[in-house]
Nanobody
């Protein structure tokens, strides 16, 4: 069973930066998606960013339009860890952020493409 553990959430002011981390353990896929979704208060879960991997190679990175140019997804090749660097944060970025991992099947921005999810970490951006 794959387990994902997120960390790095917190309360920040608009314009600040924050970095989220997600470490996974357990059986892994040779070709996979790993990414971040978020669920703002009172809204549905939405795609934030993801990368597609084949072995040790990143074959693509993807971002929601709302975070493009502000957020960066990256991976530590030495560890099973993916990061989400969030810059120029806005109050509308307030949400519970979830890390997700799954076989590289389907559409990378859709939640059903992911088999495993973390417990979520709260990010709150004050104005």
């Amino acid at each position: 069973q794959v387990q994902l553990v997120e960390s790095g959430g917190g309360l920040v002011q608009a314009g600040d930066s924050l970095r989220l981390s997600c470490t996974w353990s357990g059986p892994t896929f040779s070709d996979y998606f790993v990414g971040w979704f978020r669920q703002p208060p009172g809204k549905e879960r939405e795609f934030v960013a993801a990368m597609a991997r084949s072995g040790w190679t990143t074959t693509g990175t993807y971002y929601a339009d709302s975070v493009k140019g502000r957020f960066i997804i990256s991976r530590d090749n030495a560890e099973f860890t993916v990061y989400l660097q969030m810059n120029s944060l806005k109050p509308e970025d307030t949400a519970v952020y979830y890390c997700a991992y799954g076989r590289a099947i389907g559409v990378v921005s859709q939640s059903r493409a992911y088999d495993y999810w973390g417990q979520g970490t709260q990010v709150t951006v004050s104005s």
